[in-house]
């Protein structure tokens, strides 16, 4: 059973607890609105974007649908919310892809190291079949998989050195997202994982706890991570988007026609999201380089595609992930 799994009966009753604690201090007349959770600030794309569809949402049903967003991770870290969510003590959740790789394996594959080519392959993949598959492929876990959102490339990040090759990271501390996955990745490269949950990432780059992390510029920017660890190398290692999920209890309560409104907004919040995203990437980018950031590309690739490699055999194992690893491959030069 993975760590993902062991959820005592217990911690659950003291999430939901917690969870409902908050929002019962939401109290309004009128219908409630839908509780989305954001491990991220108030201004930050994702949140923005889900916000957008809550304009949507009211605009279309005439306020009758709208949703209330706890942002800046208040409700807990994203492992423990995506757990609230599937047994629907949350309505909905903007998480990464790499808290439910322990939940679902179809999740694992667009975070499998180097799959995606571009950013127009990762968008068409996930726009495509393919992306529809994972998104249904979350049902059975009591969740519905409403859209995705970019997350843009993931690099390494640290307070030692410019990481130009793998020995660069050799006893490395890295935090990573609570993703067996992710840990495997780090290992392979010769550096030491800690999965952590975002909110604890500033706090433990600064006691010394770890040596760096690996995430894109905003999220990079936003932590404040880059105040004690000045080393951004691109490595680009990881692609995977951010998901929009809905507990499969409460879309269960809403009526057909409901489901489909709720299901296009989220959608048409996508291309909103999008515009937001490049705009944040280039603007982070900007003040990190203007702060002393030092950032370097990474001249030599392969080495990192190489030695991440054996990933794809560990964790790419069912006929359904392989038959999807082909599919989004395919797409690469459409
Ligand atoms: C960010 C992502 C978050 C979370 C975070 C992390 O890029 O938007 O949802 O996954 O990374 O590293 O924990």
């Known amino acids: 059973m993975t760590d993902g799994q062991t959820f005592s009966i217990s911690r659950r009753m003291m999430l939901t607890g917690g969870a409902a604690a908050m929002l019962a201090g939401c109290g309004r007349s009128g219908p409630r609105p839908l509780y989305s959770n954001d491990t991220h600030p108030e201004e930050y794309p994702t949140v923005q974007a889900v916000k957008e569809m809550a304009r949507l949402l009211r605009e279309r049903t005439g306020g009758r649908l709208d949703i209330k967003i706890f942002a800046g991770g208040q409700l807990g870290s994203e492992r423990d919310t995506l757990e609230i969510t599937t047994f629907g003590g949350l309505d909905m959740n903007r998480v990464n892809l790499a808290p439910l790789n ?20 990762m968008r068409r993949s996930l726009d495509g079949a393919p992306g529809e598959r994972i998104l249904g492929s979350l049902e059975p876990h009591g969740l519905i998989g409403l859209c995705y959102y970019d997350s843009g490339e993931r690099s390494f990040y640290n307070s030692r050195q410019p ?20 840990v495997a990745m780090i290992k392979a490269l010769g550096a030491d994982a800690t999965p952590m949950s975002l909110g604890e990432v500033y706090q433990s ?8 992390a690996e995430n894109n510029w905003p999220s990079y920017e936003s932590g404040r991570h880059f105040e004690a660890a000045q080393y951004y190398s691109l490595t680009r290692h990881v692609m995977a988007p951010e998901v929009l999920v809905m507990s499969a209890s409460r879309w269960r309560k809403l009526s057909e026609e409901d489901r489909a409104t709720v299901k296009q907004a989220a959608k048409d919040s996508v291309p909103y999201m999008r515009t937001l995203w490049d705009q944040r990437v280039a603007d982070a ?5 203007a702060s002393g950031v030092e950032a370097n590309e990474v001249e030599d690739l392969s080495q990192f595609v190489e030695r991440m490699r054996p990933v794809w055999d560990r964790f790419v194992v069912s006929d359904e992930q392989k038959q999807l690893v082909r599919e989004i491959e395919e797409m690469a030069s459409e």
């Open 205 to 212: 780059l600064v006691q010394g706890v770890i040596d760096g």
């Open 163 to 182: 990481i130009l090759t793998p020995e660069d990271m050799n006893g490395m501390k890295i935090r990573v997202q609570n993703s067996d996955l992710y």
């Open 285 to 289: 980018r900007e003040r990190l380089l």
């Open 102 to 121: 322990s939940i679902e394996p179809l999740t694992a594959i667009p975070s499998l190291p180097f799959l995606f080519r571009s950013t127009e392959h």
